[in-house]
C-alpha cells in the first residue's frame, strides 16, 4: 500500500455530484421503487454508486440486479423451507422415495430453472449494449496517473493499435451530452488501466497496444466520479476523473471553447513556468509551451479538479500541488518544486488559475 499523507482532508460541495433530471428520463420504475423503499440501497447511493443509475446501461444492470436478487432469495427460501421440513417431518414408510424427490425437484430442478432463466435475462441485455453510438467520439488514455482526453478524434486505430491523433485535447475531466450515445476510444501507453463511471456504465480495461471501446449513453445530466478500477501502481487510488453530462449544446460549446488558444499568452506567470522548465512536460497551446508528457494545461482552470480528481481547482491548491507535488499525490511522476521561492510559485498558480 503507498504511504498516504496522515492529514484529513475533506473535499469540498464542489467535487460531489449533482444531478438535474430531464422530464422523460428513463429509470425503470421498479428500480425507482426498490431504490426508495430499501434502506441498504439509499445507504449505497453518492457520487460514485452503480445504484445511482444515470445510464441506459448502469439502469439496465440494475434492474438485472434486482431481478437476480429476487432468483436468488426464493432458491434459498426454497432450499431452506426443505431442509426445515425434512428436519421436522417424522420419517414414513415411503419417506426414502419422498426425500429423493425432493432432492431432485428442489434442490436440482428448481435451482437449474431459475438460475438458467436469470442467465437469459442477462444474455439479451448484451445486444443492447453494444449499439452502435450515434454521438460524439472521445479519445480517453490512462496513463500513469492521470487521463489524457481527446475530444472529436477522428480515423481508426493506428497499427500499433494506438489511439487515434489530434482532436481537442483535455485532461481528466471528459464532458458528453446526454441522450447520445458516445463512443469513448480507451488505451494506455504504459499498464492495465480500467476505466469506470459506477453512474453511467460498467467497467472496460485500456491495455497497452489494444484499443477498447465503450458506449456511454446518459439518461440525465449531472457530475459523476469516474476511476481506474485496475490497479496500476503506487497512485492508483488517487487515479480519478470527472464525467460532466450536459446538453447537446452546452457540449458544443465546451468543446469549442476548449480548442481555443490559452486566455493569457503573456504574462510573469508563464515566463516562470518556462523558466523553470514546466513546458517541457506540459502544452499551453498559444504560448512557447508544447510538451507532451503531462496533462495539457490551456484551459486547466476550467476544470473542476485537478491532480486527477484529487483537488478542488483554485489558486491555493495549484500552489501547494507545485511545491509538494509527491506529497499531496505519493507516487504521482511529476517532481515536486519545493525549492522554488514561494512568491515564484504564487505567480505561477495564479497565471494557472487564469486558464478558463
Not at 504504459?190 to 476505466?195: G, L, R, T
Not at 513556468?273 to 499551453?284: D, L
Not at 505519493?330 to 515536486?336: A, D, F, K, L, N
Amino acid at each position: 500500500m503507498p504511504d498516504f499523507p496522515t492529514e484529513t482532508r475533506s473535499f469540498p460541495k464542489a467535487l460531489h455530484r449533482t444531478i438535474h433530471r430531464p422530464a422523460g428520463a428513463r429509470i425503470p420504475r421498479a428500480v425507482a421503487a426498490l431504490a426508495a423503499t430499501s434502506p441498504l440501497v439509499a445507504a449505497c447511493a453518492g457520487p460514485q454508486s452503480t445504484f445511482t443509475a444515470a445510464g441506459t446501461e448502469s439502469e439496465s444492470v440494475l434492474f438485472l440486479f434486482y431481478v437476480m436478487v429476487a432468483g436468488g432469495t426464493a432458491i434459498w427460501l426454497f432450499v431452506i423451507g426443505l431442509s426445515l421440513y425434512a428436519v421436522r417431518t417424522t420419517p414414513a414408510k415411503d419417506g426414502a422415495r419422498i426425500g429423493v424427490r425432493l432432492i431432485i425437484w428442489g434442490g436440482c430442478v428448481f435451482p437449474t430453472v431459475v438460475l438458467t432463466a436469470l442467465l437469459f435475462w442477462g444474455l439479451k441485455e448484451m445486444p443492447g449494449y453494444r449499439r452502435p453510438a450515434d454521438g460524439p467520439r472521445i479519445a480517453v488514455s490512462g496513463e500513469r496517473f492521470w487521463w489524457r482526453v481527446a475530444y472529436d478524434v477522428e480515423g481508426e486505430p493506428g497499427i500499433v493499435k494506438s489511439l487515434p491523433t489530434g482532436g481537442v485535447e483535455s485532461a481528466n475531466e471528459i464532458w458528453i451530452p446526454v441522450g447520445r450515445r458516445t463512443e469513448i476510444l480507451l488505451g494506455s501507453p504504459d499498464v492495465i488501466h480500467s476505466f469506470w463511471v459506477p453512474a453511467l456504465a460498467g467497467k472496460t480495461d485500456m491495455i497497452p497496444g489494444r484499443v477498447n471501446r465503450l458506449v456511454l449513453e446518459p439518461t440525465v445530466e449531472g457530475v459523476y466520479n469516474g476511476v481506474c478500477a485496475e490497479f496500476c501502481g503506487s497512485a492508483h487510488a488517487q487515479m480519478a476523473f470527472r464525467v460532466v453530462v450536459v446538453s447537446e449544446d452546452a457540449y458544443a460549446a465546451h468543446v469549442a471553447a476548449q480548442a481555443e488558444p490559452a486566455a493569457v499568452v503573456a504574462s510573469p506567470g508563464l515566463d516562470r513556468f518556462i523558466e523553470n522548465g514546466c513546458a517541457a512536460c506540459h502544452t499551453v497551446r498559444g504560448t512557447p509551451a508544447d510538451g507532451s508528457v503531462g496533462p495539457d494545461l490551456t484551459h486547466v482552470a476550467s476544470r473542476r479538479t485537478i491532480g486527477a480528481g484529487l483537488l478542488e481547482t483554485t489558486e491555493a491548491n495549484l500552489a501547494d500541488f507545485i511545491r509538494a507535488t509527491d506529497h499531496v499525490k505519493p507516487g504521482v511522476e511529476m517532481p515536486s518544486f519545493g525549492a522554488l521561492p514561494d512568491d515564484e510559485v504564487a505567480v505561477i498558480a495564479r497565471w494557472l488559475g487564469e486558464l478558463r
